[in-house]
């Protein structure tokens, strides 16, 4: 179990997408539109995005938002892309070649929906009640070009690349989802969404979320079910909601599973004691971040492995000075140090360095190094040294 600080940070958000060192979620601003904020957590800054927009999908560099029209304020809204490197803004129209979405005439049965953005490529969705399979289109950010859906079973949609078609490693594949929801207008394609982080890749589809493993034939089935989220994950790290008190995740990339206990304030009504799932998950490269009851956003800082001792202390002695080494360490930030005088009482010195008294007996003094992240804490001792 690893520990955690949350803090509240910010009250009446609605959703939360994570991505790099980004953070994107919406401020209820009146009735109709949220008003998008982004964190950069390498930056440690927060920047304020047009209040008559709504956010739609975070893909750095760009945020995709839903915005008035200039001509027309109380009219349908446009499609804008806003540049996280410079704070520019460009409409974006939806080039011809979608079925029933990019030429006239429009079926107002028809539901054409941006839903993901990367560098390099928007991702939209079109479906219908009647007459449209529920379909993915790719437009290219700098062409205009517009392309259908390449997924397959060794072949998956990569927005951040400039060919858009990626094939998955030896061992991965991607999953199909489940027949019995793909049913016209329901939003769900044929198959669901790969993200490969290395030898890693996450699967999700309607039905479950897997971690895959290049090279292998391991689908670990993560969550499914009625309580919680599909994961968030980055490149260190896959969490989730597995009950409603606690997350559950993965370290990549030594698959070490780990659990956060949430605190009450996140997962309760006021005045209840029963727990309810959180809204949102969003894990940045250097945070995670919840909209627990009541739409408010919390932080902590990103799950890492706990510290780990790759060798033991050591505990030398020169003169009248022991002198206790802490071996070598992963993940550590901190260090402490405790000494042992035969085993059992414990000298309260944090210090690497210890005199030895006068004594008429021999002793056996041991050392015990603590070290700690922002997780937790791993303790190690050294062998035992006779001293007088």
């Not at 939360?16 to 994107?24: E, F, H, N, P, T």
């Not at 370290?251 to 809204?279: E, K």
């Not at 004594?359 to 015990?368: E, F, G, H, L």
Request: charged share 15%.
């Amino acid at each position: 179990m690893l520990k955690s600080s949350f803090r509240s940070i910010r009250a009446r958000v609605d959703g939360v997408r994570a991505s790099g060192d980004y953070l994107l979620t919406d401020v209820q601003n009146g009735f109709f539109a949220n008003a998008p904020l982004v964190i950069n957590d390498r930056l440690g800054t927060t920047t304020a995005l047009d209040p008559s927009c709504g956010a739609v999908a975070l893909g750095p560099p760009w945020v995709l938002m839903s915005c008035p029209q200039s001509s027309d304020p109380s009219g349908p809204f446009d499609l804008e892309l806003y540049s996280l490197a410079d704070g520019t803004r460009q409409t974006v129209t939806l080039s011809p070649g979608m079925p029933y979405c990019s030429s006239p005439p429009y079926d107002s049965e028809v539901s054409c929906s941006a839903v993901a953005v990367g560098a390099d490529w928007i991702e939209w969705i079109g479906t219908s009640y009647h007459h449209l399979p529920t379909e993915a289109y790719f437009q290219n950010i700098q062409t205009g070009e517009l392309r259908g859906d390449p997924t397959n079973a060794t072949t998956f949609a990569d927005l951040n690349s400039p060919a858009l078609t990626q094939t998955t490693c030896p061992g991965v594949r991607v999953m199909r989802n489940s027949s019995a929801n793909l049913v016209e207008g329901n939003g769900v394609t044929a198959w669901g969404s790969l993200t490969p982080y290395g030898q890693f890749a996450l699967a999700v589809t309607d039905h479950g979320a897997f971690l895959e493993r290049c090279g292998t034939s391991m689908r670990r089935l993560l969550t499914h079910g009625s309580i919680g989220y599909a994961p968030d994950s980055s490149a260190g790290a896959i969490v989730w909601q597995a009950a409603p008190g606690r997350l559950t995740g993965v370290l990549f990339p030594s698959l070490q599973t780990f659990t956060i206990p949430l605190p009450a304030a996140i997962v309760q009504r006021r005045g209840s004691r029963q727990d309810v799932p959180v809204f949102a998950l969003g894990l940045t490269s250097g945070a995670l971040y919840v909209e627990g009851y009541g739409a408010t956003l919390w932080r902590t800082a990103s799950p890492t492995a706990l510290p780990a001792n790759t060798s033991r202390p050591t505990l030398t002695r020169s003169g009248s000075m022991l002198t206790c080494g802490r071996g070598s360490w992963s993940n550590a930030d901190r260090f402490s140090y405790d000494w042992w005088v035969n085993g059992t009482t414990r000298k309260r010195d944090n210090r690497p360095r210890l005199a030895v008294g006068a004594a008429r007996n021999r002793r056996s003094v041991s050392c015990s190094v603590t070290a700690s992240n922002a997780m937790g804490t791993t303790t190690a001792s050294s062998d035992q040294l006779h001293v007088r």
